[in-house]
Every structure is written in structure tokens, then in C-alpha cells.
């Protein structure tokens, strides 16, 4: 059964650091997406990753994969107010017999204090 | 513009009655899917379906039911055997082929309340 499981679940932070929150699972995929929800909105897909070794950046977030040791990471870099949101991460079912069934992970909620 | 939209925004329901909510997607995407998502907590799939007249329960179907006879719509039904349908709805659709990402996109949820 694939189970993902993020950390932390709560990060509170200074405008400006840097961190980073992690996604572990638990059988083999090889394609993880990462989406952001404000609250009380829908979702809103950042980055899609489907290879290993893979890399994406926008903005300040830069998320990566690596699907031998099956992690994926969203580091921020000098955060700012405007990035505070919940952030899942969700990997894909890998038989697609099953379609893009996702798992999501519980949801990192951010908060950037001034 | 292309999308999903999802209706009712905000629904209220006795306790005994059924409901059903609404998904219709103009992205001529295969694949649609139901998903719950209970405060402070992930996303849990109910159903998906990936062609017309076709679906498949997902972790936490009971209580709920869907139907594809459209390619666009995938209505779900939350039914007085769900036990606590309190929750957001979310709606989300793909396209289904192997050489495509299977990013899904989702739409605006529909919030249910249990009176």
C-alpha cells in the first residue's frame, strides 16, 4: 500500500530563511507532484516531477526527486510573507491500470512571520 | 476559458438526506476524480473514473456514489449511509495516457455541512 508521509506538518518561519520540507514514501513511483492550497481555496499545482534525479524552480521554491531513496524535498530560499499556504505533496499509484490515482501527504502548513 | 467547476459552492444538509454535487470539466480530459479533505488533514480519494460509463472506488467510497455518462461530468452523490459528510469536496481531472505528466487540475470544492 503506498503511503506518504510529510515533514513537518507546521513550519512557521522568518522572512528571509531558508527551509525545507520533505516527502517520503513508501513503494516505488516515479512521479510526484507537489501543489499548494490557500485557505479555504482549491488546489494549485507548483511542480510536477517524473524522473529521478529531477529538479524544478519557480520563484523561490526548488523542489527535486529522488526515487531510489523515494524523498522528495521543497526548499525555499529566503522566504517571504506571501508564500505562507499548506503545501501536499502526492505521488502517483505506480500501475497506471489504476489511472494518475495520487496519494497525498497530510499537507506542510507554512507561515512566513515579518 | 478551460476549466472545472464545481456546484454548489456551499451546501447544507440534514441529517437522512442525500445530496449530490456536481463536476463538470471542459478540458476534454479523460480521467475525473473525487477527493475529500477534512480539516488539517490530506486528501483522500473516493472515486475515479478514466472513460465514459466506467469508475472505480477509491480509498473511501463508502457511503458515496458516482456516475460518468458524459465525458465532461462526473456527479457525486454523498448518501445518508456516509457516516460523517461533514467536509470539502475537491473535483479534480486528467488526461490519461502514458506519455502525458498526469498532472491533475482541479476545481474550486464544494464545502458540505451536516446540519
Known amino acids: 500500500e503506498l503511503k506518504v508521509e510529510q515533514n513537518p506538518l507546521f513550519l512557521s518561519m522568518q522572512e528571509g530563511k531558508n527551509y525545507t520540507i520533505y516527502c517520503n514514501y513508501s513503494?516505488?513511483?516515479?512521479?510526484l507532484y507537489w501543489y499548494r492550497q490557500d485557505p479555504g481555496k482549491s488546489l494549485e499545482s507548483l511542480f510536477v516531477?517524473?524522473?529521478?534525479?529531477a529538479v524544478k524552480q519557480e520563484g523561490r521554491l526548488m523542489a527535486s526527486l529522488d526515487t531510489k531513496a523515494r524523498l522528495s524535498t521543497l526548499h525555499i530560499t529566503a522566504a517571504v510573507h506571501d508564500l505562507s499556504a499548506t503545501y501536499f505533496c502526492a505521488v502517483a499509484h505506480p500501475f497506471m491500470e489504476y489511472g494518475n490515482k495520487l496519494v497525498f501527504g497530510a499537507g506542510t502548513i507554512l507561515r512566513v512571520k515579518s | 476559458d478551460g476549466g472545472i467547476t464545481q456546484s454548489p459552492k456551499y451546501l447544507f444538509r440534514k441529517e437522512g438526506q442525500n445530496v449530490t454535487l456536481s463536476c463538470e470539466q471542459n478540458?476534454?480530459?479523460?480521467?475525473m476524480y473525487w477527493y475529500r479533505q477534512d480539516p488539517g488533514q490530506g486528501l483522500r480519494l473516493i472515486y475515479y473514473?478514466?472513460?465514459?460509463?466506467?469508475?472505480q472506488k477509491g480509498d473511501i467510497a463508502e457511503g458515496y456514489s458516482v456516475s460518468r455518462e458524459k465525458k465532461e461530468s462526473f456527479p457525486l452523490t454523498v448518501t445518508s449511509a456516509q457516516k460523517n459528510p461533514t467536509a470539502f469536496y475537491l473535483c479534480a481531472s486528467s488526461i490519461f495516457t502514458l506519455s502525458n505528466t498526469g498532472e491533475l487540475f482541479f476545481g474550486e470544492g464544494s464545502r458540505l455541512t451536516v446540519l
Open positions: 516531477l517524473l524522473s529521478n534525479g
Open positions: 478540458l476534454n480530459h479523460d480521467a
Open positions: 473514473s478514466q472513460i465514459v460509463n466506467d469508475f
Open positions: 513503494t516505488t513511483s516515479d512521479r
